[in-house]
């Protein structure tokens, strides 16, 4: 007798999904309720505090801290960056320090520097970058302040050379960089328009408009509630969102065409067409997404923070394509797509 061959995991799970008896378009009215209770809580977020901007945009200041590691300082303690406790230590320090006054370091890294009065050359220090709280004029009284109390911390009062002076980074205007975003994917938009008009997706466009314009609407929603910080790098997030939101239109329309093309829609409605086509898709969809989400979630463990906001954003474009192109978009296809009968009265896309 042979042995039956088992069935891999992927392709039972498939096969329970395909079978299950889950109307996705059908019920779409209460598979909107998410997105819109999102959406509106963004509206509300975004009229009153706003986005959760980085020094990219407000600015900040910056600072090198001399740690003594030449010992050219007496009185202070020494420290060896190269050293893990050592340098650990002057973090929570310098990290203890601007906490007590409302602030947050923004980079922290290890650099060197040159104070001739305390005959150093290239001693070990610290470079750290952190976002202000005050404004204007004030901003110098703060930074004066936060001076001081290192100096105090470090025993460094009477070697003030030992930390260097503040440096005010200006800030990029948020709105002229989203303006150059939004321009960057109405070009791109407009090249895929073109693309599917070659692909006769007519009557499709819209659609992928819709999906488009749908998980960009849900990112900025989504950075909003979760207060991720918004720097430069979001211009990567934004981008993947619409590269994905494209990968999953064209996905699920190939599938259809295909479906349509081979007449087993035949006699099926729209939303039974579009169920079945999400359904067949479901598991190696996810399985992707999964894969994906926990290198992202790798990356996020990262305390690297520049590192850190992009996985951040890119797992919150993971959750906002991975719902929608799942249960948002077979109901736009089931309600734009018409289908033409041709002389063996089969679906055709149009």
């Known amino acids: 007798m042979t042995k039956k061959m088992k069935m891999p995991f992927d392709q039972k799970l498939e096969q329970k999904v395909v079978g299950s008896k889950m109307k996705i378009s059908k019920n779409f009215v209460y598979y909107i309720i998410a997105p819109l209770v999102i959406l509106l809580a963004g509206i509300i977020l975004m009229c009153t505090v706003g986005f959760n901007l980085g020094t990219d945009f407000t600015g900040g200041s910056t600072f090198k801290i001399y ?6 300082i007496e009185n202070a303690t020494k420290y060896d960056l190269d050293n893990d406790k050592d340098y650990k230590v002057v973090y929570d320090k310098i990290e203890t320090i601007l906490s007590k006054n409302g602030l947050k370091i923004v980079s922290y890294r290890t650099s060197t520097m040159d104070i001739s009065e305390y005959r150093v050359l290239s001693g070990q220090a610290i470079e750290v970058i952190y976002q202000n709280r005050a404004e204007g004029d004030d901003i110098i009284s703060e930074n004066e302040s936060i001076r001081n109390q290192l100096l105090t911390e470090f025993n460094y009062d009477n070697y003030d050379k030992a930390i260097s002076n503040f440096d005010k980074r200006i800030g990029r205007s948020a709105f002229n960089y989203s303006m150059e975003i939004l321009a960057g994917i109405v070009v791109g938009l407009a090249l895929v328009i073109i693309y599917m008009l070659i692909r006769k997706y007519r009557g499709l466009t819209l659609m992928m408009i819709m999906q488009i314009a749908l998980d960009l609407l849900l990112l900025l929603a989504l950075l909003l509630i979760c207060r991720s910080v918004v720097n430069l790098s979001i211009g990567i997030a934004f981008i993947t969102s619409f590269v994905i939101s494209i ?104």
């Open 247 to 350: 990968i999953n239109s064209f996905i699920f329309l190939d599938k259809i065409k295909y479906g349509c093309k081979t007449g087993k829609f035949e006699n099926m409605s729209n939303n039974d067409a579009a169920d079945l086509t999400v359904k067949e898709l479901f598991v190696k969809r996810s399985l992707a997404y999964i894969i994906i989400a926990v290198m992202t979630i790798l990356f996020i463990a990262i305390s690297v923070s520049g590192v850190r906001e992009i996985a951040i954003s890119i797992l919150l474009v993971l959750v906002s394509t991975y719902y929608t192109s799942n249960f948002i978009m077979p109901a736009l296809w089931s309600v734009i797509y018409k289908p033409k009968k041709d002389n063996a009265k089969s679906k055709k896309i149009n």
């Open 67 to 72: 740690v003594n590691n030449d010992n050219a």
